[in-house]
Nanobody, 122 residues
Framework: QVQLVESGGGLVQAGGSLRLSCAAS????????MGWFRQAPGKEREFVAA????????HYADSVKGRFTISRDNAKNTVYLQMNSLKPEDTAVYYC???????????????WGQGTQVTVSS
């Protein structure tokens, strides 16, 4: 079992920045790849970013490349999502998730957090 708790969401103006955190407990964190996903009202959950267990490999959705950065601190059992140059279309509930492999595929993730709301005003 893995428990995931996101934090750091909020309201920000377009062009601003936020850093999301996801604290993990339970199964050995450093063995898991971690991903961030988001879901806007009326839309399907979509991939944002993923990072391998050691942090050497990262993947990003095209829509966030160059603006978002995923990182992890295995000593703190925490994964981060630094979001810069935010746009109104980034507004969504953001979820972190754990998997055995860093992948954009939602179905490959076994455990999910409860989500944190990010709202970007224009």
């Amino acid at each position: 079992q893995v428990q995931l708790v996101e934090s750091g969401g909020g309201l920000v103006q377009a062009g601003g920045s936020l850093r999301l955190s996801c604290a993990a407990s339970g199964r050995t964190f450093r063995q898991d790849a971690m991903g961030w996903f988001r879901q806007a009202p009326g839309k399907e959950r979509e991939f944002v970013a993923a990072i391998s267990w050691g942090g050497a490999s990262t993947h990003y959705a095209d829509s966030v490349k160059g603006r978002f950065t995923i990182s992890r601190d295995n000593a703190k059992n925490t994964v981060y999502l630094q979001m810069n140059s935010l746009k109104p279309e980034d507004t969504a509930v953001y979820y972190c998730a754990a998997s055995r492999v860093a992948t954009p595929e939602v179905r490959k993730y076994d455990y999910w957090g409860q989500g944190t709301q990010v709202t970007v005003s224009s």
